[in-house]
């Protein structure tokens, strides 16, 4: 079956622990990126990649890393969480950012609390 | 710089009775667009998507939508709701030039569905 997924589903940390959220494609896009969810706000853009060690800010990158390593692994990272990254995390991927009219793939997204 | 625009956080109609939710976008060219989906505790999902074929796109479970280009809108309508279709719909654009940035959305409409 064709699918992002992203782990863990649920995460609550505290302040300043290094964790990573891992998202994973076997639909061999190029194209992958990290969006985070906010009430009121709708979705927002953290960090794309057009392929593999490839990487450029979104919208809103700090505090936020990103590697490409692989065509098909896509984490972020957080080196120091903070209480405003308390969010909803959604991984994307579309075959190609140079049609723009592919349609992206979604992940069913990483809720992470921030303490 | 493209925007979107969805008029309305929440949208509240019965059962039965017809779903209209607003979309307008901001692009110096025709962009494209699309609607996607959230159910409750999950992802993303791809309801439909303009891309310059035909103005009038039809989608999946009964959603179709309208470019319209002189009002920059892509409204999304049903004739007849069902409470399945209780979810929160984005709306978002890209720009056919192609490109890195991904999709710009809006901030989301819930839609509530009345017994």
């Known amino acids: ?115 | 710089a493209q925007s979107v625009t969805q008029l309305g956080s929440h949208v509240s109609v019965s059962e039965g009775a017809l779903v209209l939710l607003r979309c307008n976008y901001s692009s110096s060219v025709p962009p494209y667009l699309f609607w996607y989906v959230q159910y409750p505790n999950q992802g993303l999902q791809l309801l439909l998507k303009y891309t310059s074929a035909a103005t009038l796109v039809k989608g999946i479970n009964g959603f179709e939508a309208e470019f319209k280009k002189s009002e920059t809108s892509f409204h999304l309508t049903k004739p007849s709701a069902h409470m399945r279709d209780a979810a929160e719909y984005f709306c978002a654009v890209s720009d056919p030039g192609g490109g890195a940035d991904g999709l710009t959305f809006g901030k989301g409409t819930h839609l509530i569905i009345q017994p």
């Open chain 1, 1 to 115: 079956e064709a699918q992002v997924t992203q782990n863990p589903r649920y995460l609550i940390t505290v302040t300043g622990k290094k964790l990573t959220v891992t998202c994973s494609q076997n639909m061999n896009h190029e194209y992958m990126s990290w969006y985070r969810q906010d009430p009121g706000l709708g979705l927002r853009q953290i960090y794309y990649s057009m392929n593999v060690e490839v990487t450029d800010k979104g919208d809103v990158p700090e505090g936020y890393k990103v590697s490409r390593k692989e065509k098909r692994n896509f984490p972020l990272i957080l080196e120091s969480p903070s209480p405003n990254q308390t969010s909803l995390y959604f991984c994307a991927s579309s075959r190609r950012a140079s049609n723009s009219y592919n349609e992206q793939f979604f992940g069913p997204g990483t809720r992470l609390t921030v303490l």
